[in-house]
């Protein structure tokens, strides 16, 4: 009967601190001081009461679905994590920036102090980096994956490497070659010059990448802003297989970089080589998006995927279709 008490007692006065604690919000020292109990016994209340199951917390969110999307799409994909976030425009500007919001948050959780990042130029990493804000410098160092393009300030990989090195109180490493030589034996001798080689060496070895995902769909594809086709040029790229521009490369629909020349000509690391990075992030959103996306994830570039619900939605529906026909 004693021992029954006693159970009770010890119950109920491990009850009354969980409620205290994580109901009321009470801090341990100020329980310690309520019910003239020692800090050191109060924690080990609290830890009696988890080893006895007596606290249960559960966590809601009215965004709980984007959850459940972010499993969905791993487990279609060879993602190891995916970030979803609510679609709340129909401006593509404004999709981008809180999807790049996401990234920049990610790439906060992600970074640190010691490592290398490197990154591509385009619209979505612009707008990530826009969005960096840490709550102290981080010691790392910023690279281009690719060779620069001049004329809007998210082509130019080398502002954005220097604009993100600012932002994140680190250090820039700038490639001071453009994206397409003339033709590959250019190309060739323009990588093997020391001040590029070292860069993209680095780069080969960075701790963490970020990427855009390209369409080449004519219509607002931004890779007419990078290599020198038409429309037309585009279509019949499309026409032949083409689904995708990732790391300035063009990615056939299979995922396989495609035998086209302009590839040959690329100054960049080829995404063949970031297999040994610890976290390759591709950033990208919008319905024009959905196939490109697939083509890359077919490739198994990317480990980590950022998108918001509406272009996840479309892509996990075509992902989850083909595993049922297989």
């Known amino acids: 009967m004693a021992d029954m008490l006693l159970d009770y007692q010890l119950a109920r006065q491990i009850q009354t601190v969980l409620v205290m604690h994580f109901i009321e919000g009470v801090k341990q020292s100020e329980i310690s001081e309520r019910l003239n109990l020692s800090t050191s016994k109060v924690n080990r209340l609290i830890a009696q009461g988890r080893k006895l199951g007596m606290v249960q917390i559960e ?109 994140l109180g680190g250090r820039a490493m700038l490639v001071h070659a453009p994206l397409l030589a003339e033709n590959r034996e250019q190309r060739e001798m323009l990588c093997a010059m020391h001040p590029v080689r070292e860069v993209f060496e680095l780069a080969r070895r960075a701790n963490v990448v970020l990427t855009g995902i390209g369409s080449i769909a004519p219509r607002g594809s931004s890779y007419y802003d990078l290599a020198p086709l038409s429309e037309a040029d585009g279509t019949l790229l499309v026409n032949l297989g083409v689904g995708a521009e990732f790391m300035a490369y063009l990615i056939g629909q299979n995922g396989r970089v495609a035998d086209y020349a302009l590839n040959s000509r690329l100054v960049a690391v080829h995404p063949s080589e970031l297999a040994s990075c610890r976290q390759v992030i591709g950033v990208a959103c919008g319905a024009q998006k959905v196939d490109p996306i697939r083509a890359v994830l077919r490739g198994g570039f990317l480990n980590t995927l950022v998108t918001d619900e509406r272009t996840v939605e479309a892509l996990v529906t075509k992902l989850e279709g083909e595993r049922h026909v297989a």
């Open 59 to 167: 966590i809601t969110s009215p965004w709980q679905r984007l959850t459940e999307w972010e499993k969905r799409l791993v487990a279609a994909s060879q993602l190891r994590s995916a970030v979803v976030t609510p679609t709340l425009s129909e401006k593509s500007d404004t999709q981008l920036g809180q999807v790049g919001g996401a990234a920049a948050d990610l790439l906060l959780e992600t970074l640190r102090d010691g490592d290398v990042v490197a990154i591509t130029g385009g619209k979505a990493v612009s707008a990530v980096v826009e969005k960096l804000s840490p709550e102290r410098p981080l010691d790392v160092t910023v690279v281009p994956l690719t060779g620069g393009v001049q004329g809007k300030y998210y082509t130019d990989v080398n502002h954005l490497v220097s604009r993100m090195a600012e932002r």
